[in-house]
C-alpha cells in the first residue's frame, strides 16, 4: 500500500515537473496553444489537482513535446465535431477508430490509450441471472459513437434480445436513464455509479484525431507521439495506475461460460508456500495466516466458492502438488509468463509485489558476502546475475536463511521487507538487521497447469483486477502489526539500544542517589532519634540510658584501678516540688544542680531525671575527697530559685565505686541511687547497704505469701490520759514475724510496701483485725476502747478504697476504730488529686470514722488542712517534743500547736513520750493525752488485752510504769 503511494506520489510528481518544466518554456517562447475537444465526465476525476483524466493527461504531454500548449474545450460529441471542421478546436482526443470516420478527420499514428466499451444495466451482472426474458433490453448508444459489435453477442449468450436507443451524448443517456427510458447502455468508460456495469465488450485502441487535410498538425502530434512512447515506454501503465488504483478495483464481470465454470467446480484447491511471518506461515492452531490469507480469503468470497489451503513448504512440492493434482492453483509463484510457459503452467496477472531487502549481522557484511537464498527460482533469476553462483547458501525457509546469518555460514540474506523486519525487529534474531534497502522486487502470480480449464485464468484474472494490489500488502502490513504487539523485550534493547544504555544509565543515577539519600537519611534520623533517645526530655541534657551506655566505653578505656564511682544525687520530695511549682521547676532545678557539677574536676559524665529530680555522674575521685566535695555542692545549692522564691531543697547524694574488679556502671548507678535515698547527706554504698537492698528484694517476694501465712500481726501500743493516767485506747502497729527473715519492725518493711503498693493489702487486714478485736471485746461485754489504725497515704489513689471500707464497716462496725492519716497523703500532685484525698477522708468521716491526724508537726505541716478536714484528734509527732525539749521558741510553738488543736475542736495526744520531763512538758503546755514507751511499748494481742483492763479503771502510778504494772 505504502509502496503503491509512494510510486503514485512519485508518478504524479513527475508528470508535474514535466509540466511545469514545459509549461516554464512555453511562458518563455509564447508557445502556440492546441485546443483539445473533450466530452467532459465528471467520474474520471484524478484524485491529484490539476489533472482532469487520464486522456487529458496524454494531451497535455503530447503538447509540451510538440511545443504546444494544451487548451480543453468540452462540448458535446457533435459539437465537438462541428469545431473541429470549422477549424475551432485543434484536435479531439480518445476516439475510437472506425473506417466510416476516416472521411472526418485523420488518425493519429499511436494510440493514446485503450478503451473499454462497458455494458451498463440497471440491475449490473445480478440482470443475468434474472430469469424474465419476456421483453428486449433496450439499451442506449450514442449517434455517431462506436458501439462495440459485441454487444449483440453478449446479450444473446447471456440469453436476452434488446433493441438500442440513440443519444446526443452522454448527458442524454443519463437523462433517459433516470426517467427509466432505457434498461442500461453501451459506452466506453464507466459512469457514474448508479448504472452497474454488467459485461466488459471488448477493449480498442483510441487515437486523437485532427481536421481532415491538416497535415502539419498531424505531423508535429505525430512525431511527439513517438517520441513520447519512446522515452516513457511505461506512460500508459503510470497513468492508469493513476486513475485507477484508488483501491476500488475494476469491477468483477464474469460471462457465462466463467459463471458457469465455478458452479461446476464449487471448491478450489490452492497451494500456498507457507514458511514466511508474516507473509504466509502457519499460526499455533495450524491455520494459514499471514498477508496471504488475505488474498485466498478474497478470492473465496469474491467468486463464491469454497477454498482449500494446501500448505506447501517450497516452490517444488507446490509444482509436484499441480502435478499430481492434490492442488489445482499455487498462490504464490513468482510472476515470469516466460518461465512458466516453458516449465508447463499459465500464470494470472500478479496479485502482489514483494520487495527484497537485505539481512546481515550487527557491523554489516563483507564485500563478497556468502549470500543465503531460499527458492531455487529466486537464486536463478535474481542473485546469480547479480552476485555469482559460487558463495550461495542454499536454505529451506526464510528462518532457516537468518539462522545461516546468525551462525556466520552466510552474511547476507535476501528476504520480502516484511519478514526481514518482521524477524529481525520482533527479537527473534537480535543479532540481526534488516537494512530496509529495495535489493530487487518479485512479483507473485498465481499458477494454473496447462493442462487446466483457461476459463480458470480469466477468471482469476478478473478476480485479481477486482481484487486491486493492495489486499496483500495490507494484510501484511496488519498481520507485522499484530505480530509486533508481541516483541521481546531484547529486541527492543537491540533495536533502541542508546535508550535502553540511556534508560540503564539514569536508572542507575537514580537508585544511587536514592541510595544515597537514604542512608543519608537514615544516619541523620538515626543520628535524631538517638538523641532523642538519649536525652531527659524536661531538661534537654543527656540522660541516665545514655550515660550507663556512653560510661560503659569510659569505663572501659580508664586505667586500671582508678576511683571509678557512680553518683546519684536527688532532690528530695520531688512530688511536692512538682505539685506545688509545677514541673518546669523540677526541670529547671535539675538543670542548675548539673549545671553545678558540671565544671568538677571529677565529673566525667552528667546526667538528669527531671521526673525524679535526680543527677547522675560518673566521677573519678578517690572516697576522701569526693565525699567532702560532694557534701560542699550539696549545701551550696540546697537553697535553689524557682521562680521569684527562694525555696530549700534538701539534697541527698549516694556514691557506689565501681571497684576491683569493676561492677557494670548500671549496677553501680542502682547502689548510688540506693544509697541516695539513705539518711544523710552523702551515702557511700557499703555491703551493709548491699544487704539491705538483697533484704528488700527478698521481702518483696515473700510479702503475699507472708501475709497469706498469717505472718503480720498487730501489736497494740496504749495512749494514755496524762492527768488520770489512765489506759485510754490504743495504736495498732504492725509487725512482720517471718519464717524467713525473722521478726521485722514496720519501719524495715513499710516503706518498700509503699513503694510497691502492697501496703493497702497489708492495712485493709490490718483494719479487719483490729475491727476484730473491738467486735470481739463488745461481744465479751467489756468497754470498746478507741484504737488507732494506720493508713497508708497509698489508700488516696487506691480505686475502690471507700468500697472495702464500707464493706468492712458493714461486718464489723466503725464503733471503736479510729484512722490515722498523715500530712503526706495530702502532699499530692495537682488540685484535683488533693480535692479527692479530702473527698476521701469526708466520707470516712461521714461512716463514722474518727480521723487522726499523725506525725502533726513533722515536716512539711500544712495547716490549711487542720480546717478542711473533719479531724477529730490532732497526734504531734515525736520530733516536736524533742525539738521543745531544750528550746523555749519550740515550746511556745508546741504550746501554740496544741491551743490550736483544741481550739479546732480536736483531741490533742503526742507521741513518743519517753521520759517524765516530757510528760511535765506536755502537761505543761496544754496536751491532755500521750503515747510512748513511758506509758508502754507495743505489744501482742493478748498482753494488751490484760493491759488495758488493768490500765482502764486505774491510773498507773511511777513504779507500775517502770515495772509494767498493774494498777489494780
Ligand atoms: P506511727 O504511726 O507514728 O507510730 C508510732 C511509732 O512510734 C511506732 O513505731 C511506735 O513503736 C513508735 N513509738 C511509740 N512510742 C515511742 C517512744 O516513746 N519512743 C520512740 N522512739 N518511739 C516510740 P513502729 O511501730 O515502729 O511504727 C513505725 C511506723 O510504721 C508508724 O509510725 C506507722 O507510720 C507505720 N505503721 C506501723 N503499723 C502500720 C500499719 O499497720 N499500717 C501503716 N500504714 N503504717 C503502719
Ligand atoms: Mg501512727
Ligand atoms: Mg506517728
Not at 434480445?161 to 437523462?175: G, M, P, W
Not at 508447463?344 to 527484497?356: E, I, K, N
Not at 535489493?439 to 485464468?457: H, K, M, N, W
Not at 503515747?931 to 508502754?936: A, D, M, N, S, V
Request: aromatic share 10%.
Amino acid at each position: 500500500m505504502k509502496m503503491k503511494q509512494f510510486y503514485q506520489k512519485m508518478a504524479a510528481l513527475v508528470l508535474a515537473s514535466v509540466v511545469f518544466f514545459y509549461a516554464g518554456v512555453g511562458m518563455a517562447e509564447e508557445r502556440q496553444p492546441l485546443r483539445v475537444g473533450i466530452n467532459t465526465l465528471p467520474s474520471l476525476k484524478s484524485p491529484i489537482d490539476g489533472s482532469r483524466d487520464q486522456n487529458q493527461d496524454y494531451m497535455r504531454l503530447l503538447a509540451n513535446y510538440a511545443g504546444m500548449q494544451a487548451v480543453f474545450v468540452s462540448d458535446s460529441w457533435t459539437n465537438n465535431l462541428a469545431k473541429l471542421a470549422s477549424g475551432e478546436i485543434d484536435t479531439i482526443a480518445n476516439i475510437t477508430d472506425l473506417p466510416y470516420r476516416h472521411a472526418f478527420f485523420d488518425y493519429g499514428r499511436i494510440p493514446m490509450s485503450l478503451s473499454t466499451s462497458m455494458l451498463y444495466l440497471r440491475g449490473g451482472v445480478a440482470t443475468f441471472d434474472n430469469p424474465d426474458r419476456t421483453r428486449p433490453l433496450n439499451i442506449g448508444i450514442i449517434r455517431g459513437q462506436y458501439t462495440s459489435p459485441r454487444l449483440g453477442p453478449v446479450l444473446n449468450y447471456e440469453g436476452f434480445s434488446y433493441t438500442t436507443q440513440e443519444f446526443e451524448d452522454r448527458k442524454h443517456i443519463l437523462a433517459a436513464y433516470d426517467a427509466g427510458q432505457i434498461d442500461g447502455c453501451s459506452l466506453d468508460t464507466q459512469l457514474p455509479e448508479d448504472l452497474l456495469p454488467a459485461a466488459a465488450l471488448d477493449t480498442d485502441p483510441v487515437y486523437f484525431v485532427v481536421r481532415k487535410g491538416n497535415t502539419e498538425l498531424l505531423d508535429r502530434l505525430n512525431q511527439a507521439a513517438a517520441r513520447l512512447a519512446t522515452t516513457r515506454p511505461m506512460m500508459f501503465a503510470d497513468l492508469y495506475d493513476l486513475y485507477h488504483s484508488d483501491g476500488a478495483g475494476a469491477p468483477l464481470l464474469l460471462d457465462r461460460r466463467e459463471r458457469d465454470y465455478l458452479l461446476a467446480h464449487p471448491t478450489l484447491r490452492i497451494a500456498v508456500v507457507i514458511s514466511e511471518q508474516p507473509y504466509a506461515y502457519l499460526d499455533e492452531n495450524g491455520e494459514f495466516a499471514g498477508g496471504l490469507r488475505a488474498v485466498t480469503d478474497r478470492i473465496g468470497a469474491d467468486l463464491g466458492i469454497d477454498i482449500e489451503i494446501v500448505p506447501v513448504h517450497s516452490a517444488e512440492e507446490a509444482y509436484a502438488d499441480l502435478a499430481d493434482g492434490t492442488a489445482d492453483v499455487l498462490l504464490n509463484s513468482r510472476w515470469s509468463p516466460g518461465w512458466a510457459g516453458e516449465h508447463g503452467y499459465m500464470q494470472t496477472a500478479p496479485f502482489t509485489t514483494s520487495y527484497f531487502t537485505e539481512v546481515t549481522r550487527r557491523g554489516g557484511c563483507p564485500a563478497r558476502p556468502r549470500i543465503a537464498y531460499w527458492s531455487q527460482r529466486l537464486a536463478d533469476a535474481l542473485i546469480v546475475p547479480r552476485y555469482g553462483s559460487d558463495k550461495l547458501v542454499r536454505c529451506g525457509s526464510a528462518e532457516e536463511c537468518l539462522r545461516a546469518v546468525e551462525e556466520n555460514k552466510a552474511d547476507v540474506a535476501f528476504l520480502r521487507q516484511e519478514v526481514a523486519q518482521y524477524q529481525t525487529i520482533a527479537g527473534r534474531f537480535p543479532g540481526l538487521v534488516a537494512n530496509g534497502t529495495v535489493a530487487f522486487s518479485s512479483r507473485s502470480a498465481i499458477a494454473i497447469p496447462q493442462e487446466a480449464d483457461t476459463v480458470l485464468l480469466s477468471i482469476l484474472d478478473k478476480e485479481i483486477a477486482h481484487m486491486g494490489q493492495d489486499v496483500a500488502g495490507v494484510a501484511v502490513a496488519e498481520e507485522q502489526q499484530k505480530l509486533f504487539n508481541n516483541r521481546t523485550l531484547s529486541s527492543y534493547f537491540f533495536n533502541y539500544p542508546q535508550y535502553f544504555l540511556l534508560g540503564v544509565l539514569i536508572l542507575f543515577l537514580l537508585c544511587g542517589a536514592a541510595f544515597y539519600r537514604y542512608r543519608r537519611m537514615k544516619k541523620r534520623n538515626a543520628a535524631h532519634l538517638q538523641s532523642i533517645i538519649d536525652s531527659d526530655l524536661d531538661t534537654g541534657l543527656r540522660n541516665l540510658a545514655w550515660l550507663e551506655r556512653e560510661g560503659a566505653q569510659r569505663v572501659e578505656s580508664m586505667p586500671k584501678g582508678a576511683p571509678l564511682a557512680a553518683v546519684a544525687i536527688r532532690a528530695m520530695r520531688p512530688d511536692i516540688i512538682a505539685g506545688t511549682y509545677g514541673r518546669e521547676a523540677l526541670a529547671e532545678l535539675c538543670k542548675r544542680l548539673a549545671g553545678a557539677f558540671e565544671d568538677s574536676s571529677w565529673t566525667h559524665l552528667l546526667a538528669t531525671r527531671a521526673s525524679t529530680a535526680e543527677v547522675f555522674l560518673l566521677a573519678c575521685a578517690e572516697e576522701k575527697k569526693l565525699v567532702p566535695a560532694l557534701s560542699l555542692i550539696l549545701r551550696q545549692n540546697e537553697s535553689q530559685q524557682v521562680g521569684h522564691m527562694l525555696v530549700r531543697v534538701p539534697l541527698e547524694a549516694g556514691i557506689c565505686y565501681l571497684g576491683d574488679p569493676r561492677m557494670e556502671l548500671k549496677t553501680a548507678v542502682n547502689n548510688a541511687e540506693l544509697a541516695a535515698h539513705e539518711a544523710g547527706p552523702v551515702t557511700v554504698f557499703s555491703s551493709a547497704l548491699q544487704r539491705e537492698t538483697l533484704l528488700v528484694s527478698r521481702m518483696e517476694s515473700l510479702q503475699e505469701q507472708a501475709l497469706a501465712a498469717r505472718e503480720f500481726h498487730i501489736w497494740y501500743q496504749p495512749k494514755y490520759d496524762l492527768k488520770t493516767r489512765k489506759c485510754i485506747g490504743a495504736e495498732a502497729l504492725v509487725r512482720w514475724e517471718s519464717k524467713e527473715l525473722g521478726f521485722l519492725p514496720p519501719g524495715k518493711f513499710i516503706p518498700l510496701f509503699e513503694s510497691n503498693g502492697f501496703i493497702t493489702q497489708l492495712d485493709f487486714y490490718n483494719l479487719e483485725h483490729v475491727m476484730e478485736f473491738q467486735r470481739e471485746a463488745k461481744r465479751k461485754g467489756l468497754p470498746v476502747l478507741p484504737i488507732s489504725v494506720n493508713q497508708s497515704r497509698q489508700h488516696m489513689r487506691e480505686e475502690g478504697y471507700l468500697q472495702r471500707v464500707q464493706e468492712l464497716v458493714d461486718v464489723y462496725s466503725t464503733e471503736g476504730i479510729e484512722l490515722e492519716l498523715t500530712e503526706t497523703a495530702f502532699d499530692v500532685l495537682g488540685e484535683a488529686l488533693r480535692v479527692h484525698s479530702l473527698d476521701i477522708v469526708q466520707r470516712l468521716h461521714g461512716m463514722g470514722f474518727s480521723i487522726d491526724m499523725d506525725d502533726f508537726g513533722s515536716g512539711y505541716s500544712d495547716l490549711s488542712l487542720l480546717n478542711q478536714l473533719p479531724l477529730d484528734v490532732m497526734k504531734i509527732d515525736r520530733t516536736m517534743l524533742l525539738a521543745s525539749e531544750g528550746s523555749e521558741r519550740m515550746q511556745t510553738v508546741l504550746r501554740q500547736m496544741i491551743e490550736l488543736g483544741h481550739a479546732l475542736g480536736m483531741k490533742v495526744i503526742c507521741e513518743g513520750i519517753e521520759t517524765e520531763e516530757q510528760e511535765q512538758l506536755l502537761i505543761a503546755c496544754g496536751c491532755e493525752y500521750g503515747q510512748g514507751f513511758l506509758y508502754g511499748k507495743p505489744m501482742r494481742r493478748a498482753d494488751y488485752e490484760n493491759f488495758w483492763l488493768n490500765h482502764f479503771f486505774c491510773g498507773m502510778n511511777d513504779a507500775q510504769r517502770v515495772n509494767g504494772d498493774s494498777c489494780r
